[in-house]
């Protein structure tokens, strides 16, 4: 219930302040499970993408906004996963947790690189995206985010008022991957080619390393 009033609310209010653009929305598909994957390089992100698509959609996030009350309260009432980038089994229980919503049907909204960019850049993605898109079948949505760093970069309290486009490619079937012998190489190569697809939407200079623990929304 809180998901959708804050949908309904904030929605018109983040396209009027910051001329929001959605590209590729028929991409999305309008029923069954998918998983979209984007860039993420701003906290608001986790704004702008829901924002663009029709349906609920469940975001992974990292569990330091679980411990302060402030954000607590939001985060649990709209229905997120927390996820420790720690790993482990704190790590797998949000995997877990990520498989239901699957399993249910609906939209997961993940970040591949596993925490926000500091430097821009799109950094080598997890393979946890891929692992979940192997195990359920769901197909992934590649996002790319354009804008948002510069109307909220790391570091800043209130954002400034701007333009931000949110862009979705086609789905990428997990089916030929997982019929590979070889699991730990087919979850690399699938992740691989989700972050060439979100680097063609976003155009970021990519970079093949991990980004850094500075900050930023989880996964796995």
Same mark, same amino acid.
């Given at each position: 219930?809180?998901?959708?009033?804050?949908?309904?609310?904030?929605?018109?209010? &983040?396209?009027?302040?910051?001329?929001?653009? =959605?590209? %590729?929305?028929? @991409?999305?598909?309008?029923? !069954?499970? *998918?998983?979209? #994957?984007?860039?993420?390089?701003?906290?608001?992100?986790?704004?702008?993408?829901?924002?663009?698509?029709?349906?609920?959609?469940?975001?992974?996030?990292?569990?330091?906004?679980?411990?302060?009350?402030?954000?607590?309260?939001?985060?649990?009432?709209?229905?997120?996963?927390?996820?420790?980038?720690?790993?482990?089994?704190?790590?797998?229980?949000?995997?877990?947790?990520?498989?239901?919503?699957?399993?249910?049907?609906?939209?997961?909204? &993940?970040?591949?690189?596993?925490?926000?960019? =500091?430097? %821009?850049?799109? @950094?080598?993605?997890?393979? !946890?995206? *891929?692992?979940? #898109?192997?195990?359920?079948?769901?197909?992934?949505?590649?996002?790319?985010?354009?804008?948002?760093?510069?109307?909220?970069?790391?570091?800043?309290?209130?954002?400034?008022?701007?333009?931000?486009?949110?862009?979705?490619?086609?789905?990428?079937?997990?089916?030929?991957?997982?019929?590979?012998?070889?699991?730990?190489?087919?979850?690399?190569?699938?992740?691989?080619?989700?972050?060439?697809?979100?680097?063609?939407?976003?155009?970021?200079?990519?970079?093949?390393?991990?980004?850094?623990?500075?900050? %930023?929304?989880?996964?796995?």
């Amino acid at each position: 219930m809180l998901y959708w009033f804050f949908k309904v609310v904030l929605t018109p209010f &983040i396209f009027a302040a910051w001329r929001l653009t =959605v590209r %590729g929305g028929r @991409h999305v598909p309008v029923r !069954g499970a *998918a998983i979209v #994957a984007s860039n993420h390089v701003s906290f608001l992100d986790s704004f702008f993408v829901p924002v663009s698509v029709l349906r609920r959609m469940t975001f992974v996030a990292k569990a330091e906004y679980f411990d302060r009350w402030r954000t607590r309260w939001f985060f649990q009432g709209i229905g997120q996963i927390p996820m420790s980038r720690d790993g482990g089994s704190a790590s797998e229980g949000a995997l877990l947790a990520a498989r239901s919503v699957i399993a249910g049907g609906k939209i997961l909204g &993940i970040y591949p690189e596993g925490t926000r960019s =500091v430097d %821009g850049r799109l @950094h080598r993605g997890k393979t !946890g995206v *891929a692992r979940l #898109a192997i195990s359920t079948g769901a197909p992934i949505v590649p996002c790319g985010v354009v804008g948002s760093r510069e109307v909220m970069p790391k570091g800043k309290r209130l954002p400034r008022l701007g333009k931000v486009s949110v862009s979705f490619g086609e789905p990428i079937d997990p089916a030929p991957y997982a019929a590979m012998a070889d699991r730990q190489l087919a979850t690399r190569l699938l992740t691989d080619e989700v972050m060439r697809r979100i680097r063609d939407l976003s155009g970021q200079e990519y970079v093949d390393e991990y980004a850094g623990r500075q900050g %930023g929304s989880a996964a796995a």
